[in-house]
């Protein structure tokens, strides 16, 4: 009995599996759409503030240090404008020292250092620290214009700004004395560096807040992919009268109404299906039902034809003619009967009349009942009780036989064994032949209806139902059927049956 | 020689049938319908009928409750296979047993044979259980000293049962011993005569004294 134990390993196999498949599809849902939505909103929010950002912050600066250039230059000018008329001419030591406190005074420019120049004179006010001085191409440009200079540039890590003035007489052109502001533009670094954190704290809450919407929208767009989705999965149930609602005229929307006029169809077309089928089995229905009438008739008077063939009464010919009437009348009984087997199968009319018995004697009374004890080979514990129809069951363990006796060869063997699954108890009876066996690619044909194992002979002997009918009547005990071959030759027929039926028992009383 | 009434609205089934069961050696009467058949009940007067179910006019069950309601009279059904439930309404309205249609001269004359035989009385004196008391002699059946009219399934199923109180016997036992039918038959002849039978000798139909069920097993007679 390998059965259960194979279906057990199979099943704890599912079992250790199924936890790595649950985190490999939470996997697959992280790289959804929803993901891929939010990420998108955020990569946009941050580009968008990041680009907001350094355009403010380029523009603000460039402001920035225009004004206070402009201040300072200004201011510096006004400085010199003031004080230029009282500077003696040619000015001494002194009155270059009175100049640069002047300006100083006035410095607005907080730790700027003025420096006065008159050729070799040079007088100076402020701190000058690590050998900051005028930059030469600046005064270089001072001496040969009479305009006001100024340039940016870099000492010990800060950005100075230093600015040249050079003192003119009136219509006599350059005196001489050059007046240079160097500033350091310490403030206006400070509000550079406030401006980049503003900027930051304005862009990352800018992309926090842009988690919202993205949220949100990805809500907006996952709710009608997910309501599709649950509609799809009911369709492929058979729920076939599924439809969405489809609101607006967003790509969506198409999709839904799409979807409805596709299940719409899909809905229409399987009822026409329906239909025409039911057609096709009630007019099979009504078919053996028309011919049982006049077989009746026929079916009642063969024994009569048959005994007068045999007496002798008739000449040869009529007797022939007569046998072979009765034989083809009893065959068409049995088809008729067969097809109306089938299609009360079919029309699901089929009930089962459940009673308790042994198995091995129910087998053994068949087999006697037919005639066919012989040429066995039982294996039939007893003692060994099922719920069935035992009409059914009759049935299912005669065709069994007759098949094997048909086109198997002897001996025939019939064994019976119990298996214990996971849903109860299960019966399982096999039949095996020691004939050629089945093609490899006719095991799971050899239930059709008027299925022919052997495609030359066109006609069997039974009605060609025999099988289907044994399948039907398994199936409606919640059984199981299949065929196979067996290694050492001859095919075997198993059947499986659950020991306690699995419909509701119908009490006789 | 045996007289069965044939109630049955086809002719060339009719035909059929009474042209085989003569020949068998059964004096045969055929009524086309209901109200002939139970005519034909009080004029032929038949020991047995066979009785198609779907007739017009009176149908099968009607004409069967009729036949029942007067006397013993044995009945066989025929039936359409595609009628299942009908098997189980006739057997209710008193059949004794049923042929399946189309039906072979030899298998219903072989039912006939069993049914007839059925009544055959085995012998003995009368036995009482309770407040039964069974003649097997005589064939009768009594409670309280009123005599039960019991038709011949029913009759011989109490002879069977009754023969060995407190013995558990199948359905399908019963329905090869009773029935002469296969052990694998349908056991809703043995359940069906079963409840027509408490009906008629037990006190109380619901909780049954003389047959009892023996859940997945069968019937058995008493113990009382």
Request: proline share 5%; net charge neutral.
């Amino acid at each position: 009995m390998t059965g259960p134990t194979a279906t057990a390993s199979e099943a704890s196999a599912d079992s250790t599996s199924a936890a790595p498949r649950g985190a490999a599809a939470r996997l697959r849902r992280l790289g959804g759409l929803r993901l891929r939505l939010v990420a998108a909103f955020v990569l946009v929010a941050a580009f968008a503030s990041l680009v907001t950002a350094a355009l403010t912050y380029r523009e603000a600066r460039a402001g920035l240090l225009q004004r206070s250039q402009d201040r300072i230059v200004g201011d510096l000018r006004t400085g010199v404008d003031a004080i230029a008329p009282s500077i003696p001419f040619p000015p001494d030591q002194a009155a270059l020292d009175s100049v640069a406190r002047d300006i100083d005074k006035q410095g607005r420019a907080r730790g700027s250092i003025v420096i006065v120049v008159y050729r070799d004179l040079r007088a100076e006010s402020g701190m000058r620290t690590g050998g900051i001085d005028i930059p030469p191409p600046l005064r270089a440009a001072v001496t040969q214009r009479t305009a006001t200079v100024f340039q940016r540039f870099r000492h010990g890590g800060e950005v100075w700004l230093a600015v040249g003035v050079p003192i003119t007489f009136v219509n006599q052109g350059p005196s001489g004395v050059q007046v240079y502001l160097l500033a350091p533009m310490r403030a206006e670094a400070q509000d550079e560096a406030s401006l980049v954190k503003a900027a930051r704290r304005g862009a990352v809450p800018a992309v926090l807040f842009a988690l919202i919407p993205a949220f949100l929208a990805a809500a907006g767009v996952l709710r009608p992919v997910r309501a599709l989705q649950d509609a799809t999965r009911r369709l492929a149930r058979g729920r076939l009268d599924t439809r969405l609602k489809a609101k607006g005229a967003s790509e969506l929307a198409d999709l839904a109404r799409d979807f409805n006029h596709t299940a719409a169809a899909l809905e229409q077309n399987v009822a026409q299906l329906r239909t025409m089928e039911a057609r096709a089995r009630g007019f099979a229905a009504d078919v053996s039902h028309e011919l049982r009438t006049p077989l009746a008739a026929m079916a009642a008077v063969t024994d009569l034809l048959d005994e007068d063939a045999a007496a002798g009464h008739v000449d040869a010919d009529t007797a022939s003619a007569l046998r072979l009437i009765s034989t083809e009348t009893g065959k068409l009984t049995r088809l008729v009967d067969d097809l109306m087997e089938i299609c009360r199968f079919d029309a699901g009319a089929a009930t089962l009349h459940l009673d308790e018995f042994d198995i091995a004697e129910a087998v053994r009374r068949c087999l006697d009942h037919r005639g066919w004890q012989n040429a066995m080979t039982l294996e039939l514990p007893v003692g060994i009780r099922v719920e069935a129809d035992p009409r059914r069951f009759d049935v299912v363990v005669a065709n069994l036989v007759q098949n094997a006796l048909r086109h198997g060869a002897p001996p025939i063997g019939i064994r019976l064994t119990l298996e214990n699954g996971a849903d109860g108890t299960w019966i399982l009876l096999r039949v095996h032949d020691r004939g050629p066996g089945i093609a490899a690619d006719r095991l799971d044909r050899v239930f059709e209806r008027f299925y022919k194992a052997d495609a030359a002979r066109t006609r069997s002997e039974g009605s060609g139902l025999g099988m289907a009918i044994t399948r039907e009547n398994v199936l409606l005990h919640g059984g199981r059927i299949h065929a196979a071959n067996r290694p050492d030759g001859g095919a075997e027929f198993t059947v499986e049956l659950p020991q306690r039926a699995h419909h509701a028992r119908q009490d006789p009383e | 020689m045996v007289r069965v009434l044939l109630i049955e609205d086809d002719p060339a089934v009719a035909e059929g049938l009474a042209l085989g069961l003569r020949r068998q050696g059964y004096e045969v009467d055929v009524a086309p319908c209901g109200e002939d058949g139970l005519a034909g009940v009080d004029a032929f007067p038949p020991e047995l009928v066979v009785l198609d179910l779907m007739l017009p006019g009176i149908d099968g069950f009607e004409v069967c409750r009729r036949i029942r309601a007067a006397g013993t009279l044995p009945i066989i059904m025929l039936t359409a296979r595609d009628h299942d439930a009908d098997i189980v309404l006739g057997l209710e309205a008193g059949a004794d047993d049923y042929v399946v249609k189309p039906a072979q001269v030899r298998v219903l004359a072989a039912r006939i044979k069993a049914v007839l035989r059925r009544a055959a009385g085995s012998g003995g004196r009368a036995e009482t259980h309770g407040d039964l008391v069974l003649d097997r002699a005589a064939l009768t059946v009594a409670r309280d000293g009123r005599p039960i009219a019991l038709a011949p399934s029913e009759l011989r199923l109490l002879l069977e049962l009754s023969a060995a109180p407190g013995r558990v016997f199948s359905r399908g036992q019963l329905l090869e011993t009773v029935w002469g039918h296969p052990y694998l038959g349908d056991t809703r002849l043995v359940d069906a005569c079963v409840k027509r039978l408490r009906l008629k000798i037990e006190e109380q139909a619901r909780s049954a004294r003389y047959i009892q069920t023996v859940r997945g097993f069968g019937y058995r007679f008493g113990p009382l």
